[in-house]
T-cell receptor
């Protein structure tokens, strides 16, 4: 079974902290994605990576950066967390050219 | 990215068929139609995809209009476990493999 694992299910951070959300997949997928999900707004793409060290901005990259040093790991970084970044964060991965993406269980981040 | 339009919500009764519509009037010839669903407290999961012809799998059927400007996800017999948000997404073959979701349709299944 494909597994996409997000490091934390719940996280509480303070305003101004640097926050790292980690995502690991075990199926050698080229593509990895970070989304945030807020009530009434659906899933919004933050960043997409199609290979190690390669990335594309999604619809809402402001306030976020990403790191993909190894194929299996895709990190989302909040340089200086703010309360409006309180959200559910979802990571996904897929094989290049594949129809199906696999999602992690999500990290619910609260910034206080 | 080509856009899709779905109703915000739909209701169904258990064991009845459900037809979830999606409009994609700006679809291009190389866009595949994908459907995902998100059960409560879970990440989305793939349901089905197609290009031109209707498709069936163990989860659902996908009916694609002849002009491809709309499609319908069909759940043949809804169960309580089918209550979820259903997302219709277009993905361009050979283009960027970004997956861009809309707001989806929240399906409620009544016992």
């Amino acid at each position: 079974d494909v597994k996409v694992t997000q490091s934390s299910r719940y996280l509480v951070k303070r305003t101004g902290e640097k926050v790292f959300l980690e995502c690991v997949q075990d199926m050698d997928h080229e593509n990895m994605f970070w989304y945030r999900q807020d009530p009434g707004l659906g899933l919004r793409l933050i960043y997409f990576s199609y290979d190690v060290k390669m990335k594309e901005k999604g619809d809402i990259p402001e306030g976020y950066s990403v790191s993909r040093e190894k194929k299996e790991r895709f990190s989302l970084i909040l340089e200086s967390a703010s309360t409006n970044q309180t959200s559910m964060y979802l990571c996904a991965s897929s094989l290049m050219g594949s129809e199906e993406a696999f999602f992690g269980q999500g990290t619910r981040l609260t910034v206080v | 990215d080509a856009k899709t339009t779905q109703p915000n919500s739909m209701e169904s009764n258990e064991e009845e068929p459900v037809h979830l519509p999606c409009n994609h009037s700006t679809i291009s010839g190389t866009d595949y139609i994908h459907w995902y669903r998100q059960l409560p407290s879970q990440g989305p999961e793939y349901v089905i995809h197609g290009l031109t012809s209707n498709v069936n799998n163990r989860m659902a059927s996908l009916a694609i209009a002849e002009d491809r400007k709309s499609s319908t996800l069909i759940l043949h017999r809804a169960t309580l476990r089918d209550a979820a948000v259903y997302y219709c997404i277009l993905r361009t073959q050979g283009g960027s493999e970004k997956l861009v979701f809309g707001k989806g349709t929240k399906l409620t299944v009544n016992p």
